[in-house]
């Protein structure tokens, strides 16, 4: 058994005989985390003596904070200017696809 695996099993093992109810800090379970790409799942449960669910559910690694999702909406009413020889202001509230249609027809069908 690795020293480090040895370690965060007896501190485990210490908490449980601590009480009655064993729910374990999470400084425990940040150290069981670093474990993880070094030993199973069925190794760690083992030695650690808690729950596979329970040691799972404590160990899932954070998901990438750099992704942020994000939500693009258009405002309201959309003001478009279409330059050209003949000029044109629309001022339009709809979806993104009747904005295209819209714009493909005005250009399909001016007469300028």
């Known amino acids: 058994m690795n020293p480090n695996l040895r370690e ?9 005989g ?9 400084s425990l379970w940040e150290e069981a985390r670093k474990l ?7 190794e760690l449960t ?9 040691l799972l559910n404590h160990t899932k690694q954070p998901k990438n904070p750099s992704f942020v999702p994000v939500t693009v909406s258009m405002p309201s009413v959309t003001k478009i200017h ?10 339009f509230s709809g979806s993104v696809k009747e904005l295209a249609e819209l714009v493909t027809s005005i250009q399909g069908d ?3």
Not at 18 to 26: D, E, M
Not at 36 to 42: E, K, Q
Not at 46 to 54: D, E, I, M
Not at 82 to 91: N, S
């Open 8 to 16: 965060v099993a007896r501190k485990f093992a210490q908490y449980r």
């Open 18 to 26: 601590q009480r009655k109810k064993v729910r374990y800090p999470s």
């Open 36 to 42: 993880c790409d070094a030993y199973s799942i069925s």
């Open 46 to 54: 083992r030695h650690l003596k808690v729950g596979r669910a329970t």
């Open 82 to 91: 279409l330059t050209g020889t003949c000029p044109i202001t629309v001022e």
């Open 110 to 112: 001016s007469p300028c």
